[in-house]
């Protein structure tokens, strides 16, 4: 009755010398049996549970470390499905470079898309894409590669974006979903203007030179 009870610590006794005897001695030899396995059990069970919380702060911490690292990056990464709808997937700097929040918003909105023609566009284009119509490599051609904010180099609040993308596979290696690195070119693209301005006055001031007497005369 106590077995039935789980209660193994007990042991029978029987001074008797018969089958009562034996009988008495496998019972104790199945509650050790099962006493040490039970001890075995919550033993691996509480081993088990400690194991999980290690394990579990082992993984915030690389997510944590990888997160910060991604985020130390000036460049903005964000990744979107094959409705063109970005996921929660993205770094601190997209808000910065985008001045969008781009979490469940369409890429149309996100780059700032608004022609009807433009938007169509785009929409074929992820079509061919997610459906490998062509090769990634000569598709991702026809997407937007380049943002640009103001009118103009010389406008104090112009920026300029260089967009790339890469593709994300599942287990069949058909692609998923599609990562899109945004890097801020603003400062290459304003040295690139004051250089071709530079070159501009610099061949002028030659052909002055060169041609003074003429200069002179249309002065």
């Given amino acids: 009755h106590e077995i039935a009870d789980g209660n193994f610590s007990s042991k029978v006794n029987i001074k008797t010398r018969d089958e009562f005897k034996i009988l ?4 104790n030899l199945m509650s050790s049996e099962i006493q040490g396995m039970i001890t075995e059990l919550e033993n691996y069970g509480k081993n088990l549970e400690s194991m999980v919380q290690q394990r579990t702060i082992e993984l915030k ?36 470079l985008f001045g969008v929040d781009p979490k469940n918003k369409y890429l149309t909105d996100v780059l700032v898309i608004n022609k009807k023609d ?10 061919i894409i997610f459906n490998e119509v062509l090769p990634f490599e000569s598709a991702v051609d026809l997407a937007p590669r380049k943002l640009s904010f103001g009118e103009s180099v010389a406008d104090a609040k112009f920026r300029e974006l260089k967009i790339d993308y890469f593709p994300m596979k599942d287990d069949f290696n ?14 290459e693209v304003r040295h690139l203007a004051e250089a071709e301005a530079s070159a501009e006055y610099v061949s002028m001031i030659l052909k002055i030179l060169n041609n003074k007497i003429q200069f002179h005369s249309f002065v």
Wanted: with cysteine; aromatic share 8%.
């Fill in 174 to 187: 058909k692609i998923s979903n599609i990562v899109l690195v945004a890097t801020d070119q603003t400062e």
């Fill in 24 to 27: 008495g001695q496998t019972f």
């Fill in 118 to 127: 433009d938007i169509a566009s785009l929409k074929q284009w992820g079509n």
């Fill in 61 to 96: 911490t690389a997510n944590d470390f990888m997160g910060l690292m991604i985020n130390s990056l000036n460049q903005g990464l964000l990744v979107f499905d094959k409705d063109l709808k970005c996921l929660p997937i993205y770094t601190n700097a997209c808000i910065q």
